[in-house]
């Protein structure tokens, strides 16, 4: 039985279900690093979800979706950065209010648009990547047959890896979450970086989202994000809010992803099957955390304001 | 004095609901619905003699979720918990309702009881790691709020609960007849859990400000430190509390199964809607205040009640009422666009 649980597939679920999960963490990571925690983004993931469904429906196309995905992305963010970079409001209350918006938009848009609350109807999607030169070596094949988005993760983990340690964008996301009376005096616009980065994080959560609906399971459902955006905090929470220990972070909660899937499969004649492995990765996220994790660096920052 | 206090507060939170209830209901153009047609629904619907029932359904449970949350945020804590917790207690008094078969005056509070344990049962993991290890609350009450109603799914799917007459839906059996909450008016589904949750709501008042524990809960809210330098056990003080918000919201859970479904219907525990949401952004509008909470449930129990009536004649999907709780919560955490608004139409500071 452990050899049918521990196959190839395995890990190129596990590769597939780790991407959305880096875009969303790192996104999130770099809000963090301003001193602008997203909490919002479970509900981006979600209706970033059905955005991408919505008009990969209409024109067919992928890109064009992951696009739009990402304007809207864009736009939750800049929302969320209205409430907690301008006016100052407490980032979990004004983070749910996006979440609550989020929760109650996309299934009001699956319904007017598709007449089903619970689910859309399946969307072609990204098809998979296939490496011809490899064609051969079977292993390797199913590895890396995955949708262009995940591809497309790794570079932006890289391009988000220049961004924060050479440029002087990254100086200032970190200055101005450090202490942003210092930087502020010190002539960082402390309001501006923190909308870019929460921006980012958002762009990327809805990316994220697009990844789940678009490359993964092909339509929109209610259990879409079903807690992913929260486990994309506890990743950089876990990864003590360095880039790269997060990235690993995510790997692990991929993996249990991954594992719980695969252990569907392959327990599904036991009862209650379903509901155990859907449980699985967020209690051992919970049990994860509560091992690795404490002392202070777990606490959310304050909003700034100028005197 | 201590209600004039709230009323003084008050006028942010009320300025806030209403502002957000107006942008909520106006967005629906988005959606190719005319808002004033919808208003007028809703000002239609509600005066029906079975809206103001659905009402008296929907508060008890409301107003069980806002203290929940009000009483863990005045200790500091964002007990995110609430749907979750709200699952659980409704979860435990079904599985208690459906074994145990007492005298209902033994029965009853016993069935109240098991679903105020299910909900602090609950709330226990994210307490204790917030005690122990210091774990942010907000990320471990979301992933049990996340867990509860799959949870509750699995349960209610064993054979002994399960219902094997619903083919189509997955249901636990009705609880017994002597663990059913007795009705104050018969025929029009107002239940005695009503009057259980007003008096919750006194005895949260009573705890918060009128005993030594309630004047440690809100010293360790407003300033930790200070409340550590005065000898109070902040850590303790916190995880009580936190079980406690756990079993609230779990009688919440309990009032609606015992009080109005009589059985464990999956479909209406499906991820984080329902009443747990609403009381969340309850206990803000509420001026995080149980009193203040009573109206701020009865605003959003009928809120959700008008979502059910506009879903019927307007189209617009149920869903649509945590859009504008999401607006109404979205002006909450904007105290000083509020202030400033207030301000400029003159007079209240």
Known sequence: MISEILSVSLIATTISFTAPLILAALGGLVADKSGVPNVAIEGMIYLGGIVAIIVCFFTGDPWIATFVTAAIGALLSYILGLICVKEAGDVVIGGFSINFICWGLAPTLSLMIFGSKGMTPMVSGFPPIRVSIIEEVGALKEILSQTPLTYLTFLILILLYILMNKTKFGKHVIASGLDPFVADTQGVDVFKVRYLALMISGVLAAIAGAEYSLGIIHRWSLGLSAGRGFIAIAAYLFGRRRPLETTGACFLFGFLEALSIRLRQVLGWMHGATEITQMLPLILTIIILGIVGKGEFMKFAKPYRRE | MELREIFEKSWYPLFSAILGFVIGISLVILLGINPLKVMAILIISLSSRMALSEIAVAFPACLFCALSFLLTFR?????????????????????????????????????????????????????????????????????????????????????????????????????????????????????????????????????????????????????????????????????????????????????????????????????????????????????????????????????????????????????????????????????LLIRGALKRLGGIK
């Open chain 2, 75 to 335: 200790s500091g804590i964002f007990n995110f918990g609430t749907p979750g917790q709200y699952v659980l207690g409704a979860l435990c008094s079904t599985i208690f309702g459906i074994l145990f078969d007492y005298h209902p005056l033994i029965n009853i509070p016993l069935a109240l009881l098991s679903g105020f344990l299910g909900g602090a049962l609950w709330a226990l993991p994210a307490a204790f790691l917030k005690w122990r290890r210091n774990i942010n609350e907000v990320i471990t009450t979301l992933l049990l709020s996340f867990t509860a109603p799959i949870f509750g799914i699995y349960i209610v799917k064993l054979p002994g609960i399960k219902d094997p007459t619903r083919v189509n839906i997955i249901a636990s059996l009705p609880v017994n007849e002597s663990a059913k909450l007795p009705s104050l008016m018969p025929g029009v589904g107002v239940n005695s859990s009503l009057l259980l949750a007003l008096i919750a709501a006194i005895l949260v008042y009573i705890l918060l400000w009128k005993t030594r524990i309630g004047v440690r809960i809100r010293a360790t809210g407003l300033n930790p430190m200070a409340a550590r330098y005065h000898g109070i056990d902040t850590d303790r003080v916190m995880f009580m509390t936190f079980l406690l918000s756990g079993g609230l919201a779990g009688l919440g859970g309990a009032c609606y199964i015992l009080g109005t479904a009589h059985a464990y219907y999956a479909r209406t525990f499906i991820g984080l809607s329902g009443y747990g949401l609403s009381g969340i952004v309850a206990a803000f509008i509420g001026g995080v205040h149980p009193v203040g909470s009573i109206f701020s449930a009865l605003f959003f129990s009928t809120l959700m009640v008008s979502g059910l009536m506009l879903n019927i004649k307007a189209k617009v999907p149920v869903d649509y009422v945590v859009l504008i709780q999401g607006v109404i919560l979205a002006f909450v955490a904007m105290p």
